[in-house]
């Protein structure tokens, strides 16, 4: 069964610092991989999706990913984080039959 | 913004009641979603739809039911609420179509349920 991990529950980081956020998953076929994130209270808001092709993908607010098979991850990167970024994040992939699968998540707090 | 429009969002209820939690949308996509969110569990899927009347189970299904009559609309419903069925519920909503054959989903804002 497919399934995503992402292993660190919280994360702090100083603002204007980088932050890195891991994702792993187990999936037999080619992976379609998205990193989505959620402020309090709010739903859910596409960040950056990967299909195939270029393995750094770029996404909206500054954010990154970048597929490594050899690896099974999917990690999201930023380099210098801003206040507003704190907020929580999830990995996920496409299963067969159009099914997404999430991980637990990654709740991020911002230092000042 | 996708138009997907949850509800009720708040709702508290009685355990042994049946509840009914209404997902609309109006961007005529094909595949309808019913996630729980919990802490520690991320969002689960519940059910999914991949067309009217064409519904098939999640991952944590037992407990609940769906219903798919018109596009536009994806109804779960909680037989007999229970105490571990208060959660966050999300709607999601996707389509075929794009680079690989799937656009993202796009969520609802939810709806808190809390059964006493």
């Known amino acids: 069964a497919q399934s995503v991990t992402q292993p660190d529950i919280h994360i702090t980081v100083s603002e204007g610092a980088s932050l890195e956020l891991r994702c792993n998953y187990s999936?037999?076929?080619?992976?379609?991989l998205f990193w989505y994130v959620q402020s309090p209270g709010q739903g859910l808001q596409l960040l950056l999706k990967?299909?195939?092709?270029?393995?750094l993908v770029q996404g909206i607010k500054g954010f990154e990913a970048e597929f490594k098979r050899s690896q099974s991850s999917f990690n999201l990167r930023k380099p210098s984080v801003h206040w507003s970024d704190a907020a929580e994040y999830f990995c996920?992939?496409?299963?067969?039959?159009?099914?997404?699968?999430f991980g637990g998540g990654t709740r991020v707090l911002v230092k000042p | 913004d996708a138009g997907i429009t949850q509800s009720p969002r708040h709702k508290v209820t009685e355990t042994g009641t049946p509840v009914t939690l209404r997902c609309h949308q109006t961007?005529?996509?094909?595949?309808m979603y019913w996630y729980r969110q919990d802490p520690g569990h991320g969002l689960r899927l519940i059910h999914y739809?991949?067309?009217?009347?064409?519904?098939d189970k999640g991952e944590v299904s037992d407990g609940y039911s769906v219903s798919r009559s018109k596009t536009e609309d994806f109804l779960l419903t909680l037989e007999s609420a229970t105490s571990s069925q208060t959660s966050v519920y999300f709607c999601?909503?996707?389509?075929?179509?794009?680079?690989?054959?799937?656009?993202?989903?796009?969520f609802g804002q939810g709806t808190r349920l809390t059964v006493v």
């Open positions: 739809s991949y067309g009217v009347k064409d519904t």
């Open positions: 996920a992939s496409k299963a067969a039959g159009n099914k997404l699968t």
């Open positions: 990967y299909f195939s092709g270029d393995t």
């Open positions: 999601a909503i996707s389509e075929f179509g794009g680079e690989g054959g799937v656009f993202e989903a796009f």
């Open positions: 999936y037999g076929a080619t992976p379609y």
């Open positions: 961007e005529n996509h094909r595949y």
